[in-house]
C-alpha cells in the first residue's frame, strides 16, 4: 500500500503562486503515472495535471495549462506542482494520486490517493 501525502497548500492572492509538493511512502517506479486532482465545493473532481512514470509524459487540464507544471523527483519519490498566476477559480481541494495502470478525468477509487491539501485563491 503506498501512502501518498500532500503538503503546500494555503491561502495566495489572485496573480501569485504556491508549489504544491506530493511525497510517496515508497518506490513509485512500477505507478503507471502521477497526477494532481481538484475540487471545489459543488464540483466534481477534475485531472489538473499528470505526468507518467516511463516517459514522462505530461499533460495538463486546458484551464491550468501555461499556468501550472508538473515535475517529478524521483530520488525522492516525490511529485511537484508550481502553480503561477492563480486565479480565484482555482480554489478547490488539490489531491495527488498514483495512477496505478491509468489516468482517468475523475480518477479511480483503486488507485493511491492523499488527503488532500486546500488551495484558496483569494484577495
Known amino acids: 500500500q503506498v501512502r501518498i501525502e500532500e503538503s503546500g497548500g494555503g491561502l495566495v492572492q489572485p496573480g501569485g503562486s504556491l508549489r504544491l509538493s506530493c511525497a510517496a511512502s515508497e518506490d513509485i517506479s512500477s505507478i503507471y503515472a502521477m497526477a494532481w486532482y481538484r475540487q471545489a465545493p459543488g464540483n466534481q473532481r477534475e485531472l489538473v495535471a499528470y505526468?507518467?512514470?516511463?516517459?514522462?509524459?505530461?499533460n495538463y487540464a486546458d484551464s491550468v495549462r501555461g499556468r501550472f507544471t508538473i515535475s517529478r523527483d524521483n530520488a525522492k519519490n516525490t511529485v511537484y506542482l508550481q502553480m503561477n498566476s492563480l486565479k480565484p477559480e482555482d480554489t478547490a481541494v488539490y489531491y495527488c494520486?498514483?495512477?496505478?495502470?491509468?489516468?482517468?478525468?475523475?480518477?479511480?477509487?483503486?488507485?493511491?490517493w492523499g488527503q488532500g491539501t486546500q488551495v484558496t485563491v483569494s484577495s
Open positions: 505526468i507518467t512514470t516511463r516517459v514522462s509524459s505530461i
Open positions: 494520486n498514483a495512477a496505478r495502470t491509468v489516468v482517468t478525468r475523475r480518477g479511480l477509487e483503486s488507485d493511491y
